[in-house]
């Protein structure tokens, strides 16, 4: 099992920053690739970037450019960092990880609001 802990919502205004980040404990030696999904509401779960453990990544293309998904795999943690956000980027945002068997594994979840 990989038990994920994701922290840094808040409330911003547009145009402003926020850096999300997300620690991962158990069996993180199985983990490869991490990333982070959002869900506003009444949409779907949508994916917003990944990172191998390797260090290749992937954007969603609305946020590339603007975000920038990083991993420090010695401490078990991936960030997002997300420049120029605008209320488009609301949503609950979550964490993920796969491990090498594909099994997913999913934060509880931090809230972004970005106000106009």
């Known amino acids: 099992q990989v038990h994920l802990v994701e922290s840094g919502g808040g409330l911003v205004q547009a145009g402003g920053s926020l850096r999300l980040s997300c620690a991962a404990s158990?069996?993180?030696?199985?983990?490869?690739?991490m990333g982070w999904h959002r869900q506003a509401p009444g949409k779907q779960r949508e994916l917003v970037a990944t990172?191998?453990?390797?260090?290749?990544?992937k954007y969603a293309g609305s946020v590339k450019g603007r975000f920038t998904i990083s991993r420090d795999n010695a401490k078990n943690t991936v960030y997002l960092q997300m420049n120029s956000l605008n209320p488009e980027d609301t949503a609950v945002y979550y964490c993920?990880?796969?491990?090498?068997?594909?099994?997913?594994?999913w934060g509880q979840g931090t809230q972004v609001t970005v106000s106009s």
């Open positions: 993920n990880a796969e491990d090498w068997a594909a099994t997913n594994y």
């Open positions: 158990g069996r993180t030696l199985s983990v490869n690739a």
């Open positions: 990172i191998s453990r390797l260090g290749t990544t």
